[in-house]
């Protein structure tokens, strides 16, 4: 082996000292090459420490946002933390050398591969955190979360924050390759390895199970390259999860400039419940309340609408509907491209607000409201680490928050304020559960019964210390507060557990009522509302009621979008009695198992998957629907029915 030094790894090494007798042209001109070949020996050396600057970028993106977090890990999940950092080293370091190239054919695929990873995986990573205090992971992808915020209206509406964390990552992508050329080319023998290094590099990021290390516990780009992995395998494996439809990213028809002519002062404060059933609540005041005490003492006065049934029991669904006015049969297309409420309070320079404890990144939630001009929001991992995907954040939380930040909005103002904990497996606290008992202990059916109605207590805590502060608010004469559940919860009463099975009425029978102080509503209003307690409603009248207490139902700009809407203001009566489809399966969400049905008044025919054959009920007389009536009995309802997309061939006559 030589053991002659190469010149070209160290300029200093393998050179004769200088001639003293050389001439001083000789030894200007040895100097200056010595000089070149220094010079060429830190060029080559800078530019391989290049190479690094990807990877310390985003390792220092996740140290400015998340320290805190990182700081409590234990060693293991530093570990991983550590782990991840490499692959994303490896990975970076190796497109980069290849994207420095000047002659490799290759150096365009690896100069578009870190745009694309600057856009994807370092920019929408660093958005994403900044909206919902989280990154998109696999867990996120799995339940139907897009990996990009929505083109076109979010990036224009939200345009200052969308700049601030894609522009800084796409011009590093643009620009280290220039830089790491000037400086030093990257070898043609050095591409190949470099290709092996980054496609390893990038399967390990894909491939490896994020179950190892903590929850969110690797660099954002890794996450976005595992979360990747995930959803190729579970695509592969024909995940149902992941085929289903879900909801998408909205392309809302503008609304025209509002005047909004409420009747009589007021603001608007709309509270949503997760999956609470009405027979689990005190709906009007009841002196001995023991499922919702809180909110039955701070709102005595409140008026009750006992006969209120959505029209699924999907929250996505739900949302839908009470938001927009459109019942689920619409196409996606219309649910798509319908305006929400803020929509309208906004062309109406109406402030707006929505805090909620759901966890946005869950089921596209996040993604559907991309774009909506809400000047006031926060969501459940604005509100703390690790929320569950389920559950959300923490109710208490969610009202904590909603009280601090009520004097923010300005009158007039729409509120929607959106709990969670209620779903299942149904969050408790052992300080607080009432329902308790022995069969809680033991596991079997009755224990998911009392736990579900212990987490409703508990939510009604948080509920009731809101109602409170809400009532004491400076401007509480003008609030009037609309409450409602999404939907129910079946719990065994007709051999199924959950919900988004069937439209029996434990799944979507809902709670409802309607607190407005004195000078919140005429006389002739509060008279329509109380009459309306005992009859058969539906979560369509929610959209018109909300726009006609904030004075836009009758618009002239709002007339277009009117026309679609299928309810009616409860300020003038609500609905009439008229046949409507009902059921879980939109084009907004798949349902994972199918059911139909149709209801007028308190008449309902309903089949779904496992019971093909129609089912008639009046759920006055029967509440617990027991008994079926026969088909003949909702004969009228059965062209609605059977006129849904899937019915047949199970559709019987």
Same mark, same amino acid.
């Given at each position: 082996?030589s053991n002659?030094?190469?010149?070209?790894e160290?300029?200093?090494?393998?050179?004769? &000292? &200088?001639?003293?007798r050389a !001439?001083?042209?000789?030894?200007?001109?040895s100097?200056l090459l010595?000089?070149r070949?220094r010079?060429?020996?830190?060029?080559?050396?800078?530019?391989?420490?290049?190479c690094?600057?990807?990877a310390v970028?985003i390792?220092g993106?996740d140290?400015a946002?998340?320290?805190?977090?990182?700081?409590?890990y234990?060693?293991?999940?530093?570990?991983?933390?550590?782990l !991840?950092?490499?692959?994303?080293?490896?990975?970076?370091?190796?497109?980069a050398?290849?994207a420095?190239?000047?002659?490799?054919? =290759?150096?365009w695929?690896?100069?578009?591969?870190l745009?694309?990873g600057?856009i994807?995986?370092?920019?929408?990573?660093v958005?994403?955190?900044?909206?919902y205090?989280a990154?998109?992971?696999?867990r996120?992808?799995?339940?139907?979360t897009?990996?990009?915020?929505?083109?076109?209206? @979010?990036i224009?509406?939200?345009?200052?924050?969308?700049?601030k964390?894609?522009l800084p990552?796409?011009a590093?992508?643009?620009?280290?390759?220039?830089?790491?050329k000037r400086?030093a080319?990257a070898?043609k023998?050095?591409?190949?390895?470099?290709?092996?290094?980054?496609?390893?590099a990038?399967l390990f990021s894909?491939?490896?199970s994020?179950?190892?290390?903590?929850?969110?516990?690797?660099?954002p780009?890794?996450?976005?390259?595992s979360?990747?992995?995930?959803?190729?395998?579970?695509?592969?494996?024909?995940?149902?999860?992941?085929e289903?439809?879900h909801?998408g990213?909205?392309?809302?028809?503008?609304?025209?400039?509002?005047?909004a002519?409420?009747k009589v002062?007021?603001?608007v404060?709309?509270?949503?419940?997760?999956?609470?059933? =009405?027979?689990?609540?005190?709906?009007?005041?009841d002196?001995d /309340?023991?499922y919702?005490?809180?909110?039955n003492?701070e709102?005595p006065?409140?008026?009750?609408?006992?006969q209120?049934?959505?029209?699924?029991?999907t929250?996505?669904?739900?949302?839908?509907?009470?938001?927009?006015?459109?019942?689920?049969t619409?196409?996606r297309e219309?649910?798509?491209s319908?305006?929400?409420?803020?929509e309208?309070?906004?062309?109406?320079?109406?402030d707006?607000?929505?805090f909620?404890s759901q966890?946005?990144?869950?089921?596209?939630?996040?993604?559907?409201?991309e774009?909506?001009?809400?000047?006031?929001?926060?969501s459940?991992?604005?509100l703390?680490?690790?929320?569950?995907y389920?559950m959300g954040?923490?109710?208490g939380?969610?009202?904590?928050y909603?009280? +601090?930040?009520?004097?923010?909005?300005?009158?007039?103002f729409l509120?929607?304020?959106?709990?969670?904990?209620?779903?299942f497996?149904y969050?408790?606290d052992?300080?607080?559960m009432?329902?308790?008992n022995?069969?809680a202990?033991?596991?079997?059916? +009755?224990s998911l019964?009392?736990?579900y109605?212990?987490?409703i207590?508990? @939510?009604?805590?948080?509920l009731?210390?809101?109602?409170?502060?809400l009532?004491?608010?400076?401007?509480a004469?003008?609030?009037v507060?609309?409450?409602?559940?999404?939907h129910g919860?079946?719990l065994?009463?007709?051999?199924?557990?959950g919900?988004t099975?069937?439209m029996?009425?434990v799944?979507?029978?809902?709670?409802?009522?309607?607190?407005?102080?004195?000078?919140s509503?005429t006389d002739?209003?509060?008279?329509n509302?109380?009459?309306?307690?005992d009859?058969?409603?539906?979560?369509?009248?929610?959209?018109?009621t909300?726009?006609?207490?904030?004075?836009?139902?009758?618009?002239p700009?709002?007339? &277009?979008?009117?026309?679609?809407a299928?309810?009616e203001?409860l300020?003038?009566?609500?609905s009439?009695?008229r046949a409507t489809e009902?059921?879980? /399966?939109?084009t907004?969400w +798949?349902c994972a198992?199918?059911?139909?049905?149709a209801i007028k008044?308190s008449?309902?025919?309903i089949?779904?998957q496992?019971?093909?054959?129609w089912h /008639?009920?009046?759920?006055?007389?029967?509440?617990?629907?027991?008994?079926?009536?026969?088909?003949?009995a909702c004969?009228?309802?059965l062209?609605l029915?059977?006129? @849904? &997309?899937?019915?047949?061939?199970w559709?019987v006559r």
């Amino acid at each position: 082996m030589s053991n002659v030094a190469d010149p070209k790894e160290n300029p200093e090494e393998g050179r004769d &000292p &200088p001639d003293p007798r050389a !001439s001083k042209t000789e030894r200007a001109t040895s100097r200056l090459l010595r000089g070149r070949a220094r010079a060429l020996f830190i060029r080559r050396w800078v530019a391989r420490a290049m190479c690094i600057i990807p990877a310390v970028a985003i390792l220092g993106l996740d140290l400015a946002r998340r320290a805190p977090r990182l700081r409590a890990y234990d060693q293991h999940e530093l570990t991983f933390y550590i782990l !991840s950092f490499l692959l994303s080293l490896a990975f970076w370091g190796s497109v980069a050398i290849v994207a420095a190239s000047r002659h490799a054919p =290759s150096r365009w695929l690896a100069r578009v591969l870190l745009v694309l990873g600057a856009i994807f995986a370092v920019g929408a990573q660093v958005y994403t955190f900044d909206r919902y205090q989280a990154y998109l992971d696999h867990r996120a992808v799995l339940v139907g979360t897009q990996m990009m915020p929505s083109v076109g209206q @979010q990036i224009w509406f939200d345009r200052t924050n969308v700049s601030k964390a894609l522009l800084p990552p796409i011009a590093l992508a643009l620009l280290l390759p220039f830089f790491m050329k000037r400086l030093a080319p990257a070898r043609k023998m050095v591409v190949g390895a470099a290709w092996d290094t980054a496609v390893t590099a990038l399967l390990f990021s894909m491939f490896l199970s994020p179950e190892r290390g903590a929850d969110q516990g690797t660099l954002p780009d890794v996450m976005y390259f595992s979360s990747m992995g995930q959803l190729a395998r579970a695509r592969w494996d024909h995940n149902e999860t992941v085929e289903r439809v879900h909801p998408g990213a909205r392309a809302p028809i503008p609304v025209p400039k509002l005047i909004a002519t409420p009747k009589v002062k007021r603001n608007v404060i709309m509270i949503v419940t997760e999956s609470v059933r =009405s027979i689990s609540t005190c709906i009007g005041y009841d002196p001995d /309340c023991k499922y919702t005490p809180f909110s039955n003492k701070e709102v005595p006065d409140r008026m009750p609408l006992r006969q209120m049934r959505a029209m699924d029991s999907t929250t996505a669904i739900s949302l839908s509907v009470m938001w927009s006015g459109l019942p689920p049969t619409e196409t996606r297309e219309a649910m798509h491209s319908a305006p929400l409420l803020w929509e309208y309070t906004n062309a109406a320079g109406i402030d707006g607000a929505y805090f909620t404890s759901q966890n946005l990144l869950f089921g596209n939630s996040g993604t559907w409201l991309e774009g909506t001009p809400i000047p006031h929001e926060v969501s459940a991992t604005q509100l703390e680490e690790n929320p569950t995907y389920e559950m959300g954040a923490d109710d208490g939380r969610l009202a904590d928050y909603t009280i +601090a930040h009520m004097k923010d909005l300005k009158e007039p103002f729409l509120s929607v304020i959106h709990f969670s904990n209620t779903h299942f497996p149904y969050k408790i606290d052992d300080a607080h559960m009432p329902f308790e008992n022995e069969a809680a202990k033991r596991g079997d059916e +009755a224990s998911l019964v009392w736990r579900y109605q212990d987490s409703i207590y508990l @939510q009604d805590i948080a509920l009731g210390r809101m109602l409170k502060a809400l009532k004491e608010l400076p401007n509480a004469d003008h609030n009037v507060i609309l409450f409602v559940s999404d939907h129910g919860e079946q719990l065994w009463e007709h051999g199924g557990g959950g919900h988004t099975f069937s439209m029996w009425d434990v799944e979507i029978k809902i709670p409802a009522w309607i607190y407005a102080p004195p000078k919140s509503l005429t006389d002739e209003e509060r008279k329509n509302i109380v009459a309306a307690a005992d009859r058969p409603l539906l979560s369509l009248d929610v959209f018109p009621t909300i726009m006609d207490l904030m004075g836009l139902w009758d618009a002239p700009g709002v007339q &277009p979008f009117k026309a679609k809407a299928k309810g009616e203001s409860l300020l003038r009566g609500g609905s009439p009695e008229r046949a409507t489809e009902i059921t879980n /399966c939109s084009t907004l969400w +798949a349902c994972a198992f199918k059911n139909w049905g149709a209801i007028k008044g308190s008449r309902k025919l309903i089949a779904h998957q496992a019971d093909p054959q129609w089912h /008639c009920f009046d759920t006055l007389i029967d509440p617990d629907e027991q008994h079926d009536l026969g088909v003949e009995a909702c004969q009228d309802l059965l062209p609605l029915a059977e006129g @849904q &997309p899937g019915t047949r061939p199970w559709g019987v006559r």
